[in-house]
T-cell receptor, first 118, second 109 residues
């Protein structure tokens, strides 16, 4: 299957600092990427949808000024958690698809990034 | 939007078959998926089925879709301890993927 890579896999930061998480599609062009947050009881919450070259579409209840998403190229999207607080500690997962290809109905996930805010 | 639901836990013995169930609410969902998540990792696509199909088989995995009841199931034959993971059902609808809360499969030796 297609490969999506996330970095870093784990990050610990102090309260009030900002953290950037990268999501890369390694062997295909991801015109659309999704960012999810996974809560302790397993459920995945879609945070936003980003399309290459345009602004991200945020889901209701997600603060766009806190969770900055940039999808500047067909292979890279970044999520920046600004002024992080302990309640932002979570497992963040990105996913990618290329709607223009024959595999456009498949969604490929990164390995996830565990954020811990002290 | 779409509402996807699954039971949270399933426990089986090694060698038995596992059946994980999922229901969804929007009949216009065109594709239904099963993903596997191992501890501390992202989600791995296992298989998916187009909504006009009833069944899809891939080695030990069998997906059954009852479109009328909006019910999807994943059967894992000869379940192994390595199959222990969280399994997510997802529905694709209008350029969005909607996920269930995941079923934690525990395989006892």
């Amino acid at each position: 299957g297609a490969v999506v890579s996330q970095h870093p896999s784990r990050v610990i930061c102090k309260s009030g600092t900002s953290v950037k998480i990268e999501c890369r599609s390694l062997d295909f062009q991801a015109t659309t990427m999704f960012w999810y947050r996974q809560f302790p009881k397993q459920s995945l919450m879609l945070m936003a949808t980003s399309n290459e070259g345009s602004k991200a579409t945020y889901e209701q209840g997600v603060e766009k000024d806190k969770f900055l998403i940039n999808h500047a190229s067909l292979t890279l999207s970044t999520l920046t958690v600004t002024s992080a607080h302990p309640e932002d500690s979570s497992f963040y997962i990105c996913s990618a698809r290329d709607p223009t290809s024959g595999r456009g109905r498949e969604l490929f996930f990164g390995e996830g990034s565990r954020l811990t805010v002290l | 939007g779409e509402d996807v639901e699954q039971s949270l836990f399933l426990s089986v013995r090694e060698g038995d078959s596992s059946v994980i169930n999922c229901t969804y609410t929007d009949s216009s969902s065109t594709y239904l998926y099963w993903y596997k998540q191992e501890p501390g990792a992202g989600l791995q696509l296992l298989t998916y089925i187009f909504s006009n199909m009833d069944m899809k088989q891939d080695q030990r995995l069998t997906v059954l879709l009852n479109k009328k009841d909006k019910h999807l199931s994943l059967r894992i034959a000869d379940t192994q301890t390595g199959d222990s993971a969280i399994y997510f059902c997802a529905a694709y609808n209008f350029n969005k993927f909607y996920f269930g809360s995941g079923t934690k499969l525990n395989v006892k030796p």
